[in-house]
T-cell receptor, first 111, second 115 residues
Framework: DVKVTQSSRYLVKRTGEKVFLECVQD?????MFWYRQDPGLGLRLIYF???????EKGDIPEGYSVSREKKERFSLILESASTNQTSMYLC??????????FGDGTRLSIL | AQSVTQLGSHVSVSEGALVLLRCNYS??????LFWYVQYPNQGLQLLLK??????LVKGINGFEAEFKKSETSFHLTKPSAHMSDAAEYFC?????????????FGQGTTLQVKP
């Protein structure tokens, strides 16, 4: 079974902090994704990566950056956290022509 | 551009009743279509997918969906609801020829099952 692991289930940070969310997959997938999920808005794509060191902006990249130094790991970075970034963050991975597999999510609160 | 519309943000059914969750999509190329389920405080789990071939697709937990090209629909059904089906359901579409696996999601439908 594909395993996508997000480093934290719950995280509380303060405004202005630099925040790192980590995601690791164990299936050698080429593609990895970061979404945020807010009530009534569904899932919105922040960034995705289709290879090591490659990234593309999704629909809402502002205030975020990503890093993919190794194939199995995709990190989401909040450069200077703000309260409007309080949300559920979901990581997913997929191989070519396969469904996306999701982690359990990180519920991030910015105080 | 591709898009997905889920009709009804909340659906309530009685236990044992038919479940029908509606999904319509727009796509300029043959789509791949997916339904995902999300239980509270968890990630999304794949229920079923349509890529090519048979238009009636069976998934896990007794769910199925039918791809209707003429109606651009991919509605999710289950003959008899169970309390454990209470969750949020997402329909998604991707480009059939895409190798990035990028998905466009609907806004989700919360299913409530009443005893």
């Amino acid at each position: 079974d594909v395993k996508v692991t997000q480093s934290s289930r719950y995280l509380v940070k303060r405004t202005g902090e630099k925040v790192f969310l980590e995601c690791v997959q164990d299936m050698d997938h080429e593609n990895m994704f970061w979404y945020r999920q807010d009530p009534g808005l569904g899932l919105r794509l922040i960034y995705f990566s289709y290879d090591v060191k490659m990234k593309e902006k999704g629909d809402i990249p502002e205030g975020y950056s990503v890093s993919r130094e190794k194939k199995e790991r995709f990190s989401l970075i909040l450069e200077s956290a703000s309260t409007n970034q309080t949300s559920m963050y979901l990581c997913a991975s997929t191989g070519v022509s396969q469904p996306q597999h999701f982690g359990d999510g990180t519920r991030l609160s910015i105080l | 551009a591709q898009s997905v519309t889920q009709l009804g943000s909340h659906v309530s059914v009685s236990e044992g009743a038919l479940v029908l969750l509606r999904c319509n999509y727009s796509s300029s190329v043959p789509p791949y279509l997916f339904w995902y389920v999300q239980y509270p405080n968890q990630g999304l789990q794949l229920l079923l997918k349509y890529t090519t071939g048979a238009t009636l697709v069976k998934g896990i937990n007794g769910f199925e969906a039918e791809f209707k090209k003429s109606e651009t629909s991919f509605h999710l059904t289950k003959p008899s609801a169970h309390m454990s089906d209470a969750a949020e359901y997402f329909c998604a579409v991707s480009l059939g020829t895409s190798n990035t696996g990028k998905l466009i999601f609907g806004q989700g439908t919360t299913l409530q099952v009443k005893p």
